[in-house]
């Protein structure tokens, strides 16, 4: 385990080894953001407020969504403490993301379908953060195969996983799945003629569906009826996703011309 870059090549700085790689992820994401945004001729300035919108929500839900883990509350941290030093969920990230664009998209107006845009985006982000998460977390639960982690004493006792057993790289499959989503993103389906904001969709969905079989490789507490929290929270979403993906199909509405508002089509209303 590495906590610092100092302990990944001795000739990096002592930065935080998990922040370095989340901010490295939201600079690329930033890139991929600007470089489809100026591809699908979006011009409209409010654009930046659901970026702040995203950000804020995504900080703010990945903190609370991991704080009243306990029954009992004297077992939980302060919710100061939560936000400066708890742990963050990415999941509940992913959520306040989601909520913070659709907040932003209400203060400001802003009336068009915005997925599309994130979708790439955040597929890259995840991809380069969880580079962090597998040099510094728990790897998962043990495994016999021949790529499994082995942890020495002071990287398991820091990690809370056992000593000298080969362990999943879980990690690792999730930075595999997130590339492989970007690409199938951005080299295919965002040439599809799919409704406005719908890739956003079905990567979330295909997320969802991949973390809850991970999850019983990532060695997370078990909560209830041999599920993680993680798990729990995706029994419930899955099937909503689900649910607006075959209405969506039924109605017509997941191609390009089943009627979603984009930026084009609001300002080809304006000009009629």
Not at 163 to 174: N, T
Not at 200 to 223: K, M, P, Q, S
Request: glycine content about 10%.
């Amino acid at each position: 385990m590495f906590p610092t870059l100092s302990d990944l090549l001795p000739w990096l700085p002592p930065l935080d080894t998990h922040s370095t790689f989340v901010a490295l992820g939201l600079l690329a994401a930033g890139g991929v953001f600007l470089i489809e945004k100026r591809r699908r001729g979006v011009t409209d300035h409010r654009i930046a407020y659901l970026v702040l919108g995203a950000l804020i929500g995504a900080a703010v839900l990945s903190r609370l969504g991991t704080w009243a883990q306990h029954l009992d509350p004297s077992q939980n941290l302060s919710l100061l403490e939560q936000f400066t030093r708890g742990n963050a969920s990415m999941l509940s990230a992913l959520v306040g993301a989601w909520l913070g664009v659709h907040i932003a998209k209400l203060i400001c107006r802003y009336p068009a379908r915005s997925g599309d845009l994130f979708a790439p985006a955040v597929a890259l982000a995840m991809a380069i953060g969880r580079i962090g998460c597998l040099l510094t977390e728990q790897p998962g639960t043990p495994t016999g195969a021949s790529w499994g982690v082995v942890l020495d004493a002071d990287a398991a006792a820091r990690t809370g996983s056992p000593a000298g057993v080969p362990l999943h790289p879980s990690f690792a499959y999730e930075i595999v799945f997130h590339l492989a989503a970007f690409a199938v993103l951005w080299f295919w389906l965002r040439h599809r003629p799919i409704a406005a904001g719908e890739t956003l969709t079905l990567y979330i969905a295909a997320y969802a569906v991949f973390r809850f079989a991970v999850e019983f490789v990532r060695g997370n507490e078990v909560a209830w009826m041999g599920l993680t929290r993680p798990q729990l929270f995706l029994l419930v979403t899955i099937p909503l996703l689900a649910g607006r993906m075959v209405w969506m199909l039924r109605t017509g509405r997941f191609r390009a011309d089943g009627g979603a508002v984009t930026e084009r089509s609001v300002r080809d209303e304006q000009h009629a």
